[in-house]
């Protein structure tokens, strides 16, 4: 992009020379980079749909905003730096044979999601069931979201202090495909496949599986769930427990993508995006999530590349929350964890 | 003072259903005229208290006492502000700091000499703040407005990250760097210093006071209104409002853009004081915290708010140890109160408006019964 604005600086340098250098149009920039942007994109995205399947479905049983699952996440983005610290990975990638590459990166990857798991089912047990006992109105539980985000937030703040913690190389990315000289590296690729994988398991588990048909059935009518012996309160923790795992996981991608990412508000922004790709596939819709986590990611990535400035990213991924939900509230393929195939 | 007519004296969340009856409707069945005349030495103290400096009250040395008091006023504002949207409209906002910078920026870019635009008094930007906040609630509450509650959650939270970073990128805001020299009101002293200084929290304590007792009069009588019916009716059951004729998504951009203009007034009143404004001071965390201000008092109770406003502004400027946990205190004691008392310290009340409260004492010969119920407590919607 650098050297297309060059040459167009070059070429029109009066016309650009007078527009702010804040924000650009650079059709030629997004028309160039337009596939590994959309690579890029997918790999990113597919962070994004594994965190929105936390919302998603806390969503579509119990009607609810977690806002407190970004922190869920982060804090999986610590118990993974804590492991492969432990584990020797440090800022300089490490000399490791595949196999044992490998396996630690699974073994980060099973303890992020087993903290992430506990601190989602902590939380629901914690914040929520009490409130649920309580028969207190949807404002409350909002409100308790919220304060439950903060406290974990400001009480890794008060752990860890401000700052990120130092940078996890895991590998350096290698490219694997480069076809027409759109580069797929090892990285994208890893991320993008071990997502994808996750979220199938995941939707066969939940329309496939008994618990699975459990927790369809609270999602759609609680009420006559209990009624036909489906024990309610086990599926909430179900529900949060496989959102937390998931978070878990994505963490350990995250960290993958952005090395130095493990700092106490840095879940927080991407729990909304999160959110608003959620929203975007049709909250409470599993397979929605995968959607819309991976459209919300190249589109991030195409605005950026538009507006020449990486911070435009944020931006894009809220206006086009809104926007999806002017037009669409029920997202792309509509809500319905519960009307999901029988 | 319409405004702190409401205000009980004890925080009694049970009405007095025996013969005793609580002072809260002791306070309740007086007379304005009598209810007024008990205010005024209370506004007197509120007015003094930054020169009488008690000494249990008076912050540590470090911290300036006076703006420890401006900066509680200017939360309580805000408070009042959010409460019209939070408390008496039942609308989660969780972007309110969006309409706060934007007032900062409106009174940042007017008077400060670091901006190009063209420059007018300081007073002037005041109510040019709260128009601008008024159309930017307009712009963002008439898409979303229409939206389910939780939704509009998520879309102003995005609304107050997009205004931040908005500042961040946009050139002529000025990201970090930000605008020094922010103006402030005309006046000097017998020395011929000015007033209005940024060390000078005394006259700004002044200002945002009776800035926000008229803030609170307007507001009052806005509740006692047909919108204030209005919102009520919408808060605590929006279908059943629909359905008795009520315009709602027309009363809730009310609220909404009169949430929004206080907003902006206060921003514009916050960056006169500090005199800089930057991109810094707009984060997720300080609508939280606005957040916390108006539910830890009550939400929907005016004199609560602003009791939670204080609390929160107050209490981490004078625990000064405590400062850095602000957030963790303050987001653990949401958890607590939705738990326990998900009213807030002094609860809203579901009364007769208007006239209602002389028909009532004339119909029962007692003064009116109140609970202390607020949208954040009874029947939910879904039982979870």
Redesign the interface.
């Known amino acids: 992009m650098p050297v297309i604005s060059t040459i167009l600086l070059a070429q029109g340098h009066d016309l650009l020379a007078q527009g702010p250098d804040w924000i650009k149009f650079d059709v030629g920039a997004f028309l160039s980079q337009f596939w590994s942007d959309t690579i890029d994109g997918l790999a990113y995205g597919a962070i994004y749909a594994l965190v929105a399947m936390g919302y998603t479905m806390v969503y579509g049983v119990l009607q609810l905003i977690n806002f407190a699952h970004s922190e869920v996440f982060i804090v999986g983005a610590y118990a993974v730096f804590f492991t492969l610290s432990a584990l020797g990975f440090g800022t300089s990638a490490p000399n490791l044979g595949i196999a044992a590459l490998v396996g630690d990166l699974v073994l980060a990857m099973l303890v992020a999601m087993l903290v992430s798991g506990l601190v989602a089912v902590l939380l629901e047990r914690v914040a929520y069931r009490p409130l649920r006992r309580r028969n207190a109105p949807r404002l409350a539980f909002l409100i308790t979201a919220i304060g439950a985000s903060f406290a974990i937030q400001y009480a890794i703040f008060a752990w860890r202090g401000p700052n990120p913690e130092p940078a996890i190389i895991m590998f350096r990315p290698q490219p694997v495909f480069d076809i027409g000289g759109v580069i797929i590296t090892s990285q994208q690729l890893v991320i993008f496949l071990a997502a994808i994988v996750l979220m199938i398991v995941t939707d066969q588990f939940v329309n496939r599986t008994r618990l699975g048909r459990g927790l369809r059935a609270v999602a759609q009518d609680p009420d006559t769930a209990t009624l036909m012996g489906v024990n309610k309160e086990r599926v909430i923790v179900l529900t949060f427990l496989i959102g937390g795992v998931l978070a878990g996981a994505a963490a350990l991608f995250y960290m993958m993508r952005v090395p130095a990412g493990a700092q106490f508000n840095g879940g927080f922004i991407l729990g909304i995006k999160a959110f608003a790709a959620a929203v975007l596939g049709g909250i409470g819709n599993i397979r929605g999530a995968l959607l819309g986590g991976l459209l919300l990611g190249v589109i991030g990535n195409y605005g950026a590349t538009l507006f020449g400035n990486g911070q435009w990213i944020d931006v894009v991924a809220f206006v086009v929350l809104v926007a999806i939900l002017m037009v669409r509230p029920t997202g792309i393929l509509g809500e319905s964890l519960g009307r999901a195939r029988v | 003072m319409t405004t702190t007519s409401d205000r009980p004296k004890a925080s009694g969340s049970t009405p007095a259903t025996s013969g005793r009856m609580s002072m809260r409707d002791r306070w309740n069945s007086l007379p304005r005229p009598q209810q007024w005349l008990l205010l005024i030495p209370v506004v007197v103290l509120i007015y003094a208290l930054p020169v009488l400096n008690p000494p249990l009250l008076t912050t540590e040395p470090g911290t300036n006492f006076p703006l420890a008091l401006f900066d509680a006023a200017r939360f309580a504002l805000i408070a009042i502000g959010l409460n019209v949207v939070v408390g008496q409209a039942?609308l989660?906002d969780?972007g309110y700091v969006g309409f706060f910078a934007i007032g900062s920026y409106v009174a940042a870019l007017l008077t400060s000499p670091d901006s190009a635009l063209w420059h007018i008094p300081y007073l002037w930007t005041l109510p040019l703040a709260m128009v601008v906040t008024m159309f930017f609630g307009l712009v963002l509450g008439g898409?979303?407005l229409?939206?389910?509650?939780?939704?509009l959650?998520?879309?102003t939270?995005?609304?107050g990250?997009?205004v931040r970073?908005?500042a961040?990128?946009?050139?002529?805001l000025k990201g970090q760097v930000g605008f020094q020299g922010v103006g402030s009101p005309p006046g000097t002293n017998s020395a011929g210093q000015p007033i209005f200084t940024t060390s000078n929290g005394t006259a700004w304590y002044w200002l945002v006071v009776t800035i926000t007792i008229a803030i609170l009069f307007l507001v009052g009588n806005l509740e006692r209104s047909r919108v204030g019916r209005a919102w009520i009716a919408i808060r605590e059951d929006e279908d059943a409002a629909e359905i008795m004729g009520v315009a709602t998504i027309r009363f809730k951009l009310w609220a909404f853009v009169i949430g929004a203009a206080i907003g902006g007034l206060s921003g514009a009143l916050f960056a006169g004081q500090v005199g800089f404004v930057n991109n810094q001071k707009f984060d997720?965390?300080t609508s939280?915290l606005f957040?916390?201000a108006v539910?830890l008092g009550g939400s929907g109770n005016k004199v609560g708010v602003v009791l939670g406003a204080f609390v929160v502004s107050y209490v981490p400027n004078r625990f000064v140890e405590l400062a850095?946990?602000k957030?963790?205190i303050?987001?653990?004691?949401?958890?607590i109160?939705?738990?326990f008392r998900?009213q807030g310290l002094l609860g809203a009340r579901q009364r007769l408006l208007a006239y209602g409260r002389q028909a009532y004492l004339r119909l029962v010969g007692r003064p009116e019964q109140v609970s202390s119920d607020s949208?954040?407590?009874?029947?939910?919607?879904?039982?979870?």
């Open positions: 039942g989660l969780l898409p979303t229409r939206l389910r509650g939780d939704y959650a998520i879309v939270l995005g609304f990250e997009i970073l908005l961040t990128i946009v050139g002529p997720v965390p939280v957040l916390a539910v850095a946990y957030y963790l303050f987001g653990i004691a949401l958890i109160l939705m738990m998900p949208s954040l407590r009874g029947e939910g919607e879904k039982a979870g």
